[in-house]
């Protein structure tokens, strides 16, 4: 395959990621918004409505052949220069593609594997971007990657829901009486709420369990700033009741700067 067939979104638009990232040294910001293409190319092929289910596997196979055979030259480089590990490329590659045809997770722990593939697997190439040298770096990575990941699925619940997915074990709904075609059709009981809470906790644990070393405090910069944005997005779904079902949370441009500007001014 020629990987000049393959073509990098050009990620219009200003996530979380993508805002974290413009705080980065000139030096590697470049290098960290072509991964951020890459992340966002590979879960738009995921989540494209106007392609069908096996244009969309069949794009992604080519990709997954494209991380052994041959990338495009500058992502090729990418990897080369930062010592990137081609298998992390390839997770994140196979935990979108799950998001194809998006199937019930059973447990918590078939959750926590999709989450590393798709979220830990993104911040463990991140910290070779960023220059971290402490290997503790990638611990705090895989935690955060958890973290973010499930505060995103709380987050998402209803706009999920609309599009037919539910990405809470169905071991934690049917603990709490709670069937998945509820959730499906927005008309969950009350024993919603307590897997909401329990959603919430499990994330709290794992921002408590993401310490960034002090060698790579700074290195870090970034990430600290992805879990300040997220760590004051969980705080306000929990402060309003969790009303995920019928609202998406999100900070404004002002206060996602405030996160920012606090976390420069941080020490370790």
Known sequence: ????DLRLTDAQGVSNLKFALWWMPQSRRQDALLFYRFCRTIDD????EGHSTAEKESLLSKWLEAVETGLPADLSRLVERH??????????????????TPRPFQTFADLE???????????????????CVDPLSDRCAEHLGHALQLTNILRDIGEDARRGRV?????DLARHGVDASQVLALTPGDGFSAVLSEL???????????????RDFHAMLPARIMRSIYEKTLSRIEVAGFPVLHQRTSLGSLE?????????????
């Not at 092929?45 to 494209?48: H, N």
């Not at 996602?256 to 370790?268: S, V």
């Open 256 to 268: 996602k700067l405030a996160c920012a500007a606090l976390t420069c001014l941080a020490r370790h």
């Open 83 to 100: 010592g990137i590990e081609r298998r992390l490329l390839a997770e994140i590659i196979n935990g979108c593609a799950t998001d194809i």
């Open 167 to 171: 990405y809470i074990p169905l071991e």
């Open 113 to 131: 594997a999709y989450c590393w593939k798709v979220a830990c697997a993104v911040g463990l190439i991140s910290v070779r971007i960023f220059g």
């Open 45 to 48: 092929i995921a989540d494209e």
């Open 1 to 4: 395959m020629n990987p000049a």
């Open 200 to 214: 919430a906790a499990r994330a709290r644990a794992r921002f408590a369990a993401a310490q960034f070393p002090p």
